[in-house]
């Protein structure tokens, strides 16, 4: 029996062998490295000095494993998991308000017309000090703001920091949808406008009511604005491209690395109007999805494009089960549109530390369009039409990362109690002048990469001992670099002028107040209203007749 038993084990062992030879080296040497990482996790487990924590040592790792790959690439644990199904499926249970952690504190950011919190009086700016028994500086930051979520019809209790005065809220947990078209309305007798902001699985459906709505009221021309839009799911781009081109046309090509996953995606259905003109709207926000209907609708010349050069992301992931409940992202194909053109950007694959390369610094590949046009493939979609906005400055990104401006909103809403309509409201430069006024007073975390620097040089000297002699000439060249960073900012006045505008609307309006106000004074909504009105130029763009 025992001669059988170790007949077997070496059977075993000479299959194991054989498969192992049969697989390519990075195979073997996969497996030597998790061998290796094992051996040395059970070693550090049992003889490390101190108690360690195995969960989050294991996600440390992982977290630096995937940092070297793109930032599309990412492990969920259990409550992620329950994040991304949220964003996917565009509807969960809560109290229709998105809170988000600033200097420690846990801030309402938005209100959702219409659910629990706007009902209840909650406004955004309101610090969450407690939920139901819970103190959530007592309580871990990544899952503190989870609580909120729940069962439909459960109720959950608030304690709210105003300004210097706490509230008390009992709130019901409803079910809430996450609309991806925020907006959508009339603009002229015969001009329809649909904005939509992520692509989950109520996008194309979404996209598809409001369509059909301004059509009944007339509509014959559409802009569609895609700025800001993140992307999504595939088959949600792909659904509404087929609204405006024949069934059976080819939307976007992926090529992987498995080949079951390098799939052709064609339209399935019949259009809803293969006629009506069509603009769509792009910025450097617009990714993935967002330029997969962008991109397509350009190549098949279905459709004039307008704006910036959008963020270009050609890249597909998707979702695989591991271990324990969790979830793992990641990038398994790049899509290609249909004149063949990829449009990444970042060229991840060599990557040196935080410099990634640009494949439109190298050379760009040309490609052709239904009717003959030159595209191009690498640094997003180019517009036909370009709106030309001044680079970020610096500073400028600073500030858009810091919580200044939501600040100053919060205090400006505590102070106006009214502002005119969405149609008329304009943040004006006395407003601006105000704004530049409280930033200066330093109580945001408005710096720039110098001034932390500066500020973490000057706090090391103090810690040798050797900040005496040196701190007059410090305050003076954080009175310069104030002074430069202000100038920096003017370079980008308008841009700001309209980041804060829109954050007061919100407030006041929601959402759909900030849309309202752009179709009245957005630059590229009203230079798309100016196309769709000359019929000759809109046709020569896309029969490529322009001089």
């Known amino acids: 029996m025992k001669k059988l038993k170790k007949i077997g084990i070496a059977t075993s062992l000479i299959i194991m062998g054989s498969v192992l030879f049969a697989f390519k080296t990075d195979y073997f040497e996969v497996a030597k490295q998790i061998e290796i990482y094992t051996t040395l996790f059970k070693e550090l487990n049992m003889y490390y000095i101190d108690e360690i924590n195995p969960a989050k040592l294991t996600e440390s790792a992982i977290k630096n494993m995937l940092n070297e790959l793109d930032p599309y690439t990412v492990y969920y644990d259990e409550q992620g998991v329950e994040e991304a199904k949220i964003n996917s499926l565009g ?97 002229t007798n015969e001009i329809g406008y649909i904005a939509f902001n992520k692509f989950n699985n109520k996008a194309s459906s979404s996209v598809k009511n409001a369509f059909v709505d301004l059509k009944s009221q007339g509509m014959n021309k559409l802009i569609l604005d895609l700025r800001g839009n993140p992307g999504g799911l595939l088959n949600e781009a792909i659904s509404i491209t087929n609204f405006f081109v024949p069934k059976n046309e080819i ?61 270009g992301k050609g890249l597909v992931q998707r979702y695989r089960d591991l271990s324990y409940g969790t979830k793992f992202k990641l990038t398994i194909s790049k899509y290609y549109t249909p004149s063949g053109r990829n449009i990444q950007e970042l060229d991840y694959t060599n990557r040196k530390g935080n410099e990634i390369p640009k494949f439109s610094d190298t050379e760009r590949h040309s490609f052709k ?133 829109d954050e007061i609307l919100n407030r006041y309006y929601f959402k759909k107040g900030e849309y309202q106000n752009h179709i009245v004074f957005n630059k590229s909504i009203l230079e798309a209203i100016k196309i769709l009105q000359n019929e000759n130029q809109y046709n020569k763009i896309l029969k490529n007749e322009r001089n």
């Open 369 to 501: 369009t239904k009717n003959g046009r030159t595209v191009f493939d690498g640094g997003g979609i180019e517009p036909d039409i370009k709106i030309e906005r001044p680079k970020a400055t610096e500073a400028t990104k600073a500030l858009f990362k810091s919580d200044a401006i939501f600040n100053y909103v919060t205090n400006y809403y505590f102070k106006n109690s009214t502002i005119e309509s969405p149609e008329k409201y304009i943040f004006n430069d006395t407003d601006y002048q105000d704004f530049i006024s409280y930033i200066k007073q330093g109580n945001t975390t408005f710096k720039t990469v110098s001034e932390k620097k500066f500020d973490a040089a000057f706090k090391m000297a103090e810690k040798e001992n050797l900040a005496k002699s040196i701190e007059i000439s410090y305050q003076d060249l954080l009175l310069q670099l104030e002074s430069q960073k202000m100038d920096a900012l003017q370079l980008n006045k308008k841009e700001i002028k309209e980041h804060l505008s």
């Open 251 to 311: 939307v976007v090509t992926t090529k992987a690395k498995i080949n079951k996953w390098s799939e052709i995606y064609q339209t399935k259905k019949e259009p809803i109007d293969i006629e009506i003109p069509l603009v769509v709207l792009i910025n450097r926000k617009s990714a993935s999805a967002s330029e997969i209907v962008a991109g397509s609708l350009q190549d098949l010349d279905r459709a004039v494009i307008l704006g910036e050069r959008s963020f």
């Open 91 to 187: 509807e969960y249970s809560g109290i229709g308000a998105q809170s988000k952690y600033f200097n420690n504190k846990l801030v309402i950011v938005e209100i959702y017309e219409g659910f629990s919190a706007d009902k209840a009086g909650i406004k955004t700016g309101d610090q969450i000090i407690k939920i139901d028994d819970i103190f959530v500086e007592d309580f871990n930051k990544k899952q503190a703001s989870t609580l909120l979520k729940g069962a439909s019809g459960s109720l959950v209790n608030m304690v709210i920091k105003r300004q210097e005065i706490f509230l008390n809220f009992e709130l019901i947990r409803e079910k809430i949808l996450v609309n991806p078209v925020p907006h959508y309305q009339m603009i």
